[in-house]
């Protein structure tokens, strides 16, 4: 399977836990993106890389979040403290002209 | 502040029929469009997409159409299936400065449109 792939695919975690979420890209795109998904809602975007350099944040990625993509390749989203309001799917995709998701990672605080 | 917006949250069509899903924006920006299907528990799926320089772009069952001037973009399936039934997504991008061009740059999502096929 060449495709995008998540780490784990779900995440359950007690509120102030600090979590990490793994994303491997399509092995030649070298952007890489990371997007979040509530309830009733489109996917929206956080952050992303161009090779290892992180080019845009969203305001939506609090002090809590972090993102890297230290080799070009894999990148990691790390969520601190975690509170109830960071449930949600957290999408990872990559591009070449198009953008290409992987599964998700559904993380539940409870 | 909304700026792709799908007023239709549902659209239920017969099997055979066609399905139009419908999305507005309001960015005079955007300038790549993309179409996304969505099952439960997966990520997105890529459907379709078309550039601003484009009226039309078809792809087997699938056709987008672009109305600049509306600034409205629509999915026309034809004929539909019930393995169609999933929730679809428009997106829109703005080309990055580097001239990647396609949707390299962030996507801006809709809310989603759950389609529903009947046999």
């Known amino acids: 399977d060449t495709g995008v792939s998540q780490n784990p695919r779900h995440k359950i975690t007690k509120r102030g836990q600090n979590v990490t979420f793994r994303c491997d890209p399509i092995?030649?795109?070298?952007?890489l993106y990371w997007y979040r998904q509530t309830l009733g809602q489109g996917p929206e975007f956080l952050t992303y890389f161009q090779n290892e350099a992180q080019l845009e944040k969203s305001r939506l990625l609090s002090d809590r979040f972090s993102a890297e993509r230290p080799k070009g390749s894999f990148s990691t989203l790390e969520i601190q403290r975690t509170e109830q309001g960071d449930s949600a799917m957290y999408l990872c995709a990559s591009s070449g002209e198009t953008q290409y998701f992987g599964p998700g990672t559904r993380l539940l605080v409870l | 502040d909304q700026q792709v917006k799908q007023n239709s949250p549902s659209l239920s069509v017969q099997e055979g029929r066609i399905s139009i899903l419908n999305c507005d924006y309001t960015n005079s920006m955007f300038d790549y469009f993309l179409w996304y299907k969505k099952y439960p528990a997966e990520g997105p799926t890529f459907l379709i997409s078309i550039s601003s320089i484009k009226d039309k772009n078809e792809d087997g069952r699938f056709t987008v159409f672009l109305n600049k001037s509306a600034k409205h973009l629509s999915l026309h399936i034809v004929p539909s299936q019930p393995g169609d039934s999933a929730v679809y997504f428009c997106?829109?991008?703005?080309?990055?400065?580097?001239?990647?061009?396609?949707?390299?740059?962030?996507?801006?999502f809709g809310t989603g449109t759950l389609l529903a096929v009947q046999p």
């Open positions: 092995s030649e795109h070298n952007r």
């Open positions: 997106a829109a991008s703005i080309a990055a400065p580097d001239n990647y061009g396609g949707a390299t740059n962030k996507l801006i």
